[in-house]
């Protein structure tokens, strides 16, 4: 039991480890939060004095600005029509950020995959390779002559690579 506690721990972490590295998904976060500071402050300091406003701490229009872009219901509504304008604003840009983000995250998580050309073309060979039994004489001819010539490649970048690390040993021993 505590081997597979351990084991699923790491992969948590891993997965935590990748989402953090390969998606935008901390980039995003701080945007929004550094925006819903500033609007929840534009907001405050534009419905500060007014008459009948229930924002009157800014404590109240962080609370508004989680509430506006969440769509979870508004229950304070900006009286003066420049808050008005600042909270559309911020309805919209932080329900875009907030929804994008988490979608950004998700694509770019399930897509890094595929972004590595290398891990496309090893999983297509896998694939084929599972194929075998269905493929004809002349497909597998043709797969044949197509491994014989990837095989000759990687030989030959084998050789100039042996060569070109030879040629610098050599110019390090003449000086």
């Known amino acids: 039991m505590s081997a597979i506690n351990r084991s699923l721990r ?3 972490r891993k997965f935590v480890g990748d989402v953090v590295v390969h998606t935008p998904i ?4 701080l945007l929004l939060v550094v925006l819903w500071l500033l609007f ?3 907001l405050y300091f534009a419905e500060r004095g007014a008459d ?3 924002i009157t701490s800014y404590g109240r229009a962080l609370y508004w600005g989680i509430a506006a872009f969440s769509t979870a219901g508004i229950a304070d509504m900006p009286i003066n029509g420049i808050s008005e304008i600042i909270g559309a ?3 919209i840009l932080g ?3 907030f929804f994008g983000a988490i979608v950004a995250t998700v694509t770019a998580y399930f897509m890094r995959p595929l972004q590595r050309p290398s891990k496309q073309i090893i999983d297509t060979i896998e694939y084929n390779l599972e194929q075998l039994d269905d493929l004809s004489m002349e497909e597998l001819e043709l797969l044949k002559e197509t491994t014989d010539a990837f095989i000759e490649h ?3 970048l084998k050789a100039a690579k042996e060569s070109g690390i030879n040629s610098r040993n050599d110019g390090d021993d003449d000086e």
């Open 10 to 12: 790491r992969r948590s």
């Open 89 to 91: 604003i911020w309805i």
């Open 52 to 54: 009948g406003t229930t």
């Open 26 to 29: 901390l980039k995003l976060t």
């Open 40 to 42: 929840a402050a534009a």
């Open 154 to 156: 990687v030989e030959r």
């Open 95 to 97: 329900s875009l950020l």
